[in-house]
């Protein structure tokens, strides 16, 4: 599994995920252009003493991204999505690729992937993209079984 966050915007949120992923030991990849730069004080204000424990990437492009990982399957996030994400069939080797905040993933991105979304009320645009984000991730690891408790309660 591993989070892909395709010309993330926003500091604050990127910090979030990425001590989301430093959790869940999941890689983190982020897609320039990015909004602000990694030394930005708030991206690590979010996530300060896990930045260490972030495996995180950054690609120029998404096609660097593609050609270096070689992902098996990427999941598009988008409000558009087709499957809910509780009933979508995630496999433990996915790429969950978010697009930014202001505009999400692009169409021609997302032709030929599965789509899946989080079904919200109408009234509401979207959610927060860390918000989004640990719904999906905490999603596709349950359903891959791949939710590794190694700390004591």
């Keep these: 599994m591993r989070i892909v966050l395709f010309e993330p915007e926003i500091p604050p949120n990127t910090g979030n995920i990425a001590r989301l992923c430093a959790a869940t030991r999941t890689p983190l990849h982020l897609i320039e252009p990015l909004g602000f730069s990694v030394d930005d004080k708030h991206l690590k204000r979010a996530g300060l003493d ?3 424990h972030v495996d995180v990437t950054i690609h120029p492009n998404f096609n660097h991204f593609l050609e270096t990982v070689a992902p098996p ?3 598009m996030a988008t409000t558009k999505g087709s499957t809910a994400h509780h009933l979508f069939e995630f496999r433990a080797d996915d790429a969950i690729v978010l697009g930014p905040e202001s505009r ?3 169409a ?4 030929g992937h599965p789509k899946v979304r989080i079904p ?3 009234e509401v645009r979207s959610l927060n993209l860390s918000t989004a984000t640990g719904i999906l991730l905490f999603e596709a690891l349950r359903r891959t079984d791949s939710i590794v408790d190694t700390f004591p309660a």
């Design 108 to 111: 021609e991105l997302m032709d």
């Design 73 to 75: 399957r990427l999941v």
């Design 50 to 52: 896990y930045w260490p």
């Design 104 to 106: 999400g993933l692009p």
């Design 120 to 122: 919200i009320w109408g």
